[in-house]
């Protein structure tokens, strides 16, 4: 996927205004009773997506469109079950779809589907292919770099040629290549690479099996560190771990910032994640879907744009991911309103969060 920015600050600014602005418009041909915008989104093996990005949509939306309604379906990872969802919301006569691909060839009939129908389809969070309207996202190869310099920097000395495991994502997803290409160009040249695997539905079984797997071929002592693509794929890493007792255990990255990972991280078994601000992402989606079902332009809302397989010139927003560990979870997820300090520490967890400095 290749991209252009431009004054990324400016662009920014210029979304919030906009996001203001599409509150404010009552006509754009739909009519007094508002319309409705299907999403679709692609699992539940990932606890955002129902946790945050569903609601934070729905939410948004209301708040733009107050007569708007949602048609919401779930894939279950399955891209013939998201092909059959979408087609339905065609046949329903949806006026926007926002569209979070499980398989970019395999849906990319359906959104050519949605173009004949002339329903705007806004991809988010994967790029999706075919005639798409808008790109909403964080920057992959930033979210990679991030994983990569902060499991150089948890090896310490071990990071002088030492000896690193990938449990990427699912190749399907447009993203699992974006994000291991960015993690590949920080570790390059730094750190072996002594095996890679790619974890199909991003499942916890499926990391579970492939580390288990690399340790019984390398033996628990080669291993320095692992890169793990996200969090429920490092849940699956660190079980495997302390399975097979690995002591101490090796630094694993992750990325969602998901409840069970803070506490890891918080616990010691798990190095960081990356938090990618869910309502800045909802915002920008939501704003871009409510624009074009009014039938406006997105020049306002958008701050960069990609080129797809299928489609160039994608007008997209991507946003910055953030790196956060044990010491600056209070100053990023804690202040952002994510979690509350009670949440992350229960009460087996509070002698750790006490020396994260999170209870203090």
Same mark, same amino acid.
């Given at each position: 996927?290749?991209? %252009? =920015? ?14 203001s ?5 009552e006509? #754009? ?5 508002g ?25 948004r ?9 949602? &048609? ?10 998201q =092909?059959?969802?979408?087609n ?16 970019? !060839? ?5 959104? =050519?589907?949605?173009?004949?129908a ?18 909403? /996202? ?6 990679? %770099? ?5 499991l150089?920097?948890?090896?310490? &000395? #071990? ?12 190749? /399907?997803?447009p ?13 390059q ?5 002594? !095996? ?6 991003? %499942?916890?079984?499926?990391?579970h099996?492939?580390?288990s797997a ?5 033996g628990?002592?080669?291993?320095d560190?692992v890169?793990?693509?996200n969090d ?7 079980a ?5 007792r ?5 630094p694993v ?32 989606a ?17 701050t ?7 489609? !160039?010139?994608?007008? &997209?927003?991507?946003?910055?991911p953030v ?26 967890? %509070?002698?750790a969060?006490?020396?994260? #400095?999170?209870?203090?």
């Amino acid at each position: 996927m290749r991209s %252009r =920015r431009w004054g990324l600050g400016a662009g920014l600014v210029a979304v919030v205004m906009a996001v203001s602005l599409a509150g404010c418009t009552e006509d #754009g041909g739909q009519g007094e009773d508002g319309f409705t915008v299907g999403l679709l989104l692609p699992s539940r093996a990932v606890p955002r997506w129902e946790q945050s990005d569903k609601p934070l949509i729905e939410k948004r939306v209301k708040e733009l469109c107050a007569d708007c309604t949602i &048609a919401y379906a779930n894939a279950e990872n399955d891209a013939a079950s998201q =092909r059959q969802q979408m087609n339905s919301m065609i046949t329903r006569g949806v006026s926007v779809l926002i569209l979070d691909v499980v398989d970019p !060839k395999a849906l990319r009939s359906s959104v =050519r589907a949605a173009d004949r129908a002339g329903i705007p389809v806004v991809a988010y969070d994967r790029l999706a292919e075919g005639p798409i309207s808008g790109f909403v /996202s964080f920057d992959g190869g930033r979210v990679g %770099r991030l994983q990569g310099e902060a499991l150089l920097k948890g090896m310490g &000395a #071990g990071a002088d040629d030492g000896g690193v495991v990938m449990v990427n994502g699912d190749p /399907s997803s447009p993203n699992a290549a974006w994000y291991e290409d960015g993690s590949r160009s920080v570790l390059q040249d730094k750190v072996r690479i002594l !095996k890679s695997y790619n974890t199909i539905g991003w %499942r916890t079984e499926n990391a579970h099996d492939h580390m288990s797997a690399a340790i019984n071929a390398l033996g628990p002592n080669r291993i320095d560190g692992v890169l793990a693509a996200n969090d429920s794929i490092a849940s699956g890493v660190v079980a495997a771990l302390k399975s097979a007792r690995v002591s101490p255990l090796p630094p694993v990255t992750g990325q969602d910032a998901d409840l069970d990972a803070v506490r890891r991280i918080v616990k010691g078994e798990q190095y960081m994640t990356v938090y990618k601000p869910f309502r800045q992402e909802t915002e920008a989606a939501s704003a871009m879907a409510v624009a074009l079902a009014r039938g406006n332009d997105l020049d306002a809302l958008v701050t960069t744009t990609v080129d797809s397989p299928t489609t !160039k010139d994608v007008p &997209a927003v991507l946003l910055d991911p953030v790196s956060v560990t044990a010491g600056t979870i209070g100053r990023t997820l804690v202040r952002d309103g994510i979690y509350t300090i009670d949440q992350i520490c229960t009460p087996k967890l %509070r002698s750790a969060c006490d020396r994260a #400095g999170l209870t203090r």
